[in-house]
């Protein structure tokens, strides 16, 4: 094992030892529903914050969230919440559930099927719940 990763098992055990003394619940604590406390962004504010209000010749919103899918397509969308957020923010901003599964599509090049997978199993649900939403 090397120094890095030594390192990281130490740092592991010590937050793991400083969750079970605060409090011996949050060891096994899971945040299934965390995601649908903060609703999504307007497609008027996104375009302000990623958009191109502060650099016109630069990517729009939807071109900035398509990018952030692919990246975190790549890296196997290790956060679920925070991938169907970004989903959520991509369809918001414009994007089609298409383009959304292109862009994941493309991305098995890069990270591979588990990866894709994965990603596109994160995309479904939330196509899945604005089906649900709309009906």
Not at 81 to 101: C, D, N, Q, T, W
Request: charged share 20%.
């Amino acid at each position: 094992m090397s120094d890095f990763n030594k390192l990281f098992q130490q740092m592991m055990e010590q937050g793991q030892e400083m969750v079970r003394a605060i409090n011996p619940a949050l060891e096994s604590f899971q945040a299934h529903g965390f995601d649908k406390m903060m609703p999504t962004m307007p497609r008027d504010v996104m375009e302000m914050i990623w958009g191109n209000a502060f650099n016109r010749d630069g990517l729009d919103a939807k071109q900035r969230l398509m990018a952030m899918i692919a990246g975190m397509t790549v890296q196997g969308a290790p956060v679920e919440p925070m991938f169907k957020a970004v989903v959520r923010h991509a369809l918001e901003a414009g994007a089609s559930e298409k383009e959304i599964s292109e862009v994941i599509y493309q991305m098995s090049m890069l990270g591979g099927l588990p990866a894709m997978s994965r990603a596109l199993g994160f995309a479904q649900a939330v196509f899945a719940e604005n089906e649900e939403d709309s009906a």
